[in-house]
């Protein structure tokens, strides 16, 4: 197994280096589960004992050595044991391997010492004549020798954990030489818990079967996490030689998890669920008011599924449907579980209940079990309904073409109420599914001649104005809506009509309104979820998008935190995803961080079945763009018009921003602002303010500050809600009048914001006018400025941050002006780099004078960003 580079966890090496070379203590015990990478953090820990004053010698402890004495110094020691005092013996030899030199001892896995060894290593610790790292595996016996060196004081001890996502994120990138992206980074994490042995294990195997790969620039995990040969013998190794009960536990939770722990007492015994429980085999924590285990790690269920034989298998599933169903069934989910294991396990189920399953896998945005139940309630001869349902959940599943295959075979019924859900779910899969939106309106007004229920109308008619809302336009989108909304309807038709009224009201760019919809139709959630959970992805996105045109980066993130909630647990939900990542890609790249953008854009813009995945590669085609990367950016966006099957929808605008961009990256920045300029004026017809002032504000980026530009995102402050649209219009006013003060005003309002890449671009066009009216200490202080807010923006490369430079510092002023920044005085900064106040005074002026700044607040200013 290759070794990988040492990377994140960064505090707690720096938190185990000061612990080892504490002078109140003698060195560092690091205690942890096996595999959290308890010895690679000791290694790099040694790394920081110099040769030339330290010896570092190092003792590995394994099971074969722990009952010989002195086993594990074997190699350090003559072979020839003196009589006498053996312990003092073996530390004076160890001592003389020093060399004159301060001894560092690198344990690991000193549980496993040998008691002489133990007692070798706590005389030299204890007796201070040497210092200590060493691991030991929590939950495992160890010697006295060892336990005293922290009981006693020698050495601190330090319990490590998993790695975080972020640490893990930092090991991948260092291994694999290159980016992986967000999905990729979470899903091992989730998979391994952490566990930095399984990951090295998991992520080795997946690039030997070819399912972690380089997807345009990034690592992607395309495929199921392999469960190799030898990442299996870690993990039988793990769980280790089990009794037939404790097997029952293991397996019944494998299968079932998360379980109550009652059930799993009656299944097996109790005895078997406390062994299993200390074993770690499984965790058993107090949910509401009932026990529930899970399995101690995800992959002892990968292995112990694997390991199961079939009718075992199925045996374990009909245990699992009587246990559960004795007790009445008496949890929403209970439905769902025992549906699923009467078909693993032979017993078969009728159409009522897989029907009522699936609806509530549906809910729950597990789209892969939805599928999977609406197919078997199918097969079991749920007529038309059970079709429909199954359609609709294919459709939603992002499966168009298997949902409009299932249509096509689907007889027409002779009932109005079949014979209108058939229409209304054949319509949906038209637009969405085939992007073929007019046949769609077509079969709605033909469905609505023949249908007599004023709910089935009504039905039509909301599906109608879904249609208008997605497309875009807003006029036709309220006028439908008003009526609608002013009759009663039932919950779920009232939350289809609020999304689309929602969506029309923030592309008309009445914001707080879209809002306030959204509001009213979450707040009604559990009154509609069963029926149309899909529709709580698009009010999620429309709050976001509220947002976004309002330049309230506040209202995004609350609204990417409720997505993030919704979202969590979904299985196979591709649009929930999309939807969140989009809105994540949309917030990051507002603030200017364009990498973040493309980490979390990146596995749903390359999704390998998803067929909406062009707004996700339309964002991601935006910040390649906004990075310079030109050709790159048109080579995603064509992709994404060829992967979308919905390109009659708001996408088309997005479209044409993108496009602004890609010639400004290009180096066809006349281009670029033209386009920008048409796309408004299109907007403008079409009723699309917010579409409109962001166009008109990607030209002013761009340089191109018309009157007739001017004028117009003035009007449309008055029209639009919200600050960005404002601040947007201060800044055509600005760059019209060339007037540098007001354009550094403008970027202190966007930096309010947050909107720091339009922040950096209007103080960058700041410089440049001040400069033009020889304003030059201002000018110099202007680019400090600049050059601070671009830094906070890694890897954009604008046409209108292109001219700046960094700011014209010597190694030494930049030094003294960082320290003073921080807040420290003249002599404190002199004592750090050895040279004397005055030289630090002259230094700090110096830095000054070239930044146009007149104290270390100022200086601060500019150097936090970064």
């Given amino acids: 197994m290759k070794r990988w580079p040492f990377a994140g966890r960064k505090k707690e090496l720096d938190n185990l280096v000061g612990l080892a070379r504490d002078r109140l203590t003698r060195g560092v015990v690091i205690a942890g589960a096996a595999g959290v990478g308890k010895s690679r953090l000791a290694a790099e820990v040694l790394r920081h004992f110099s040769a030339e004053r330290f010896a570092v010698l190092t003792i590995k402890a394994t099971k074969a050595t722990s009952g010989i004495p002195n086993g594990a110094l074997a190699d350090l020691l003559p072979r020839r044991t003196p009589p006498g005092n053996t312990l003092r013996w073996a530390a004076e030899e160890l ?7 301060a001894l560092v001892l690198g344990v690991d896995d000193a549980h496993l010492l040998d008691g002489h060894s133990a007692g070798v290593i706590l005389s030299l610790v204890g007796g201070g004549r040497a210092r200590v790292v060493a691991t030991v595996r929590t939950g495992e016996p160890a010697p006295d020798g060892v336990t005293a060196l922290w009981r006693e004081g020698h050495a601190a001890r330090a319990d490590v954990g998993p790695l975080s996502d972020a640490d893990t994120r930092a090991l991948l990138e260092g291994a694999l030489r290159g980016r992986p992206d967000e999905a990729t980074v979470l899903r091992l994490y989730r998979v391994t818990a952490g566990n930095a042995l399984f990951l090295h294990e998991i992520v080795d195997s997946a690039l030997g079967s070819g399912t972690l790969q380089l997807v345009r620039g990034m690592w992607q995990l395309t495929g199921e996490t392999p469960l190799a040969p030898r990442l299996a013998d870690l993990i ?12 029952k536990v293991l ?19 109790e005895e078997a669920v406390l062994a299993a429980e200390e074993r770690g085999l499984i965790r058993v924590a107090v949910e509401g008011r009932r026990e529930v285990a899970r399995l101690g790690h995800p992959l002892y269920g990968e292995v112990a599924r694997e390991r199961c034989p079939e009718l075992r298998r199925r045996r374990r599933h009909s245990d699992l449907v009587r246990a559960v169903e004795a007790t009445g069934l008496r949890r929403r989910e209970d439905l769902v579980r025992t549906t699923v294991w009467r078909l693993e396990s032979g ?35 749920g007529g038309t309904r059970a079709t429909i349902l199954l359609a609709t959940v294919l459709d939603y599943a992002q499966l168009p073409d298997r949902a409009r295959a299932v249509l096509d075979a689907t007889p027409e019924p002779a009932g109005e109420a079949d014979r209108a859900q058939l229409a209304l779910a054949r319509a949906s899969n038209l637009a969405w599914g085939m992007n073929r939106p007019a046949e769609a309106k077509e079969l709605l007004d033909a469905t609505e ?14 599906r109608r104005l879904g249609l208008a809302a997605s497309a875009a336009d807003p006029r036709e989108a309220l006028a439908l809506s008003g009526p609608l909304l002013d009759r009663p309807l039932d919950p779920p038709l009232r939350a289809q009509t609020l999304n689309a009224h929602a969506l029309a009201l ?10 306030a919809c959204v509001a ?33 980066l506040a209202e995004m993130d609350k609204a990417i935190a409720s997505m993030a909630e919704a979202v969590a647990g979904q299985r196979g939900w591709s649009r929930g995803e999309g939807s969140l990542a989009l809105a994540r890609g949309h917030a990051a790249t507002l603030r200017g961080d364009l990498d973040t953008a493309m980490d979390v854009l990146h596995a749903a813009a390359h999704h390998e079945t998803a067929l909406t995945v062009g707004g996700c590669m339309g964002a991601y085609a935006q910040a390649q763009a906004l990075r310079g990367d030109g050709a790159a950016a048109q080579e995603t966006l064509d992709a994404a018009l060829d992967r979308n099957r919905a390109t009659w929808t708001g996408f088309t605008r997005w479209t044409a921003l993108t496009r602004v961009w890609i010639a400004a990256a290009s180096g066809e920045t006349s281009r670029a602002g033209g386009l920008a300029v048409d796309f408004a004026a299109e907007c403008g017809s079409a009723g699309l303010p917010g579409f409109e002032f962001v166009a008109l504000h990607d030209a002013v980026r761009l340089g191109r500050a018309t009157s007739r530009v001017r004028d117009r995102l003035s009007e449309l402050a ?8 404002r601040v947007a219009a201060a800044h055509a006013r600005a760059l019209a009048d060339g007037d540098g003060d007001a354009l550094m005003t403008v970027a202190g309002r966007f930096e309010g914001l947050g909107l720091l890449l339009h922040a950096a671009e209007a103080a960058a066009q700041g410089v440049t006018a001040l400069r033009r009216a020889g304003a030059d200490r201002a000018a110099r202080r202007a680019g400090a400025e600049a050059w601070s807010l671009a830094a906070a923006c890694p890897h954009a490369d604008t046409p209108a941050l292109r001219a700046l430079a960094a700011p014209d510092l010597t190694a030494r002023e930049l030094e003294v002006a960082q320290l003073a920044a921080a807040g420290m005085s003249h002599r404190a900064i002199a004592e750090r780099l050895h040279i004397s106040v005055r030289t630090a005074q002259n230094h700090r002026n110096q830095a000054y004078q070239k930044l146009g700044v007149n104290s270390a607040t100022d200086l601060a200013k500019i150097f936090e960003r970064p």
């Fill in 95 to 101: 001592l003389d391997r020093a060399g004159g030199r």
């Fill in 251 to 269: 397996e019944y939770t494998a299968f079932a998890e998360p379980v109550g722990a009652r059930t799993l007492s009656a299944l097996a015994s």
């Fill in 718 to 725: 008055t029209m639009h809600d919200g600050p960005r649209v």
């Fill in 449 to 462: 001649r023949t249908v007599e229920d004023a709910g089935r109308r009504a039905e039509i008619a909301v």
């Fill in 236 to 247: 039988r190794d793990r769980i280790g030689t089990l009794s037939a009960p404790v097997q």
């Fill in 347 to 381: 017993l078969g189920a009728d159409p009522e209940p897989l029907v009522a399953a699936c609806r509530l896998a549906w809910a729950a945005h597990d789209y892969r079990l939805a599928v999977r139940l609406a197919e078997a309630a199918v097969a079991a001869g």
């Fill in 506 to 515: 923030c592309y008309a760019g009445r914001t707080r309104d879209a809002l």
């Fill in 520 to 552: 009213e139709a979450l707040a009604d959630l559990a009154a509609w979820r069963d029926t149309i959970p899909a529709i709580v992805s698009p009010l999620h996105s429309t709050w976001a998008l509220c947002g976004l045109f309002s330049g309230e």
